[in-house]
């Protein structure tokens, strides 16, 4: 790679990590939210709900469409961070 590249490189990759530090702030903010619907779940099976989970996807899909980015790469991201809170609500869950 030549040195005019890798000074491109660089710079595109403070942005990248400036964004990822604006993602780690927006999970904080989700984490905060999601916590306050676990208090508000009475059960274990209330974690995980199929219809929501299938909304939020369908709704990512047209969204990313509408914002012209790959569909399949907003729906992975969605669908990994859902996995990702339904084992957190589960390992946090405290019975009534």
């Known amino acids: 790679m030549s040195p005019l590249k ?4 660089n710079k595109i990759r403070i ?6 530090n604006s993602f780690i702030k927006l999970i904080k903010k989700r984490t905060i939210l999601v916590k306050k619907v676990l ?5 274990k099976s209330q974690i ?5 989970i299938k ?3 369908k709704n990512i ?7 012209k980015i790959d569909p399949k790469i907003t729906h992975r991201i969605w ?8 084992d957190f609500e589960r390992r946090n869950f405290k019975k009534k």
């Open 6 to 9: 890798r000074k491109k490189l």
């Open 15 to 20: 942005k990248l990590d400036k964004l990822d």
């Open 39 to 43: 208090k508000l779940k009475e059960k």
């Open 48 to 52: 995980v709900d199929q219809k929501r």
């Open 55 to 57: 909304l939020i996807l």
């Open 61 to 67: 899909k047209k969204k990313s469409l509408k914002n």
């Open 79 to 86: 669908q990994n961070m859902i996995f990702a809170y339904i």
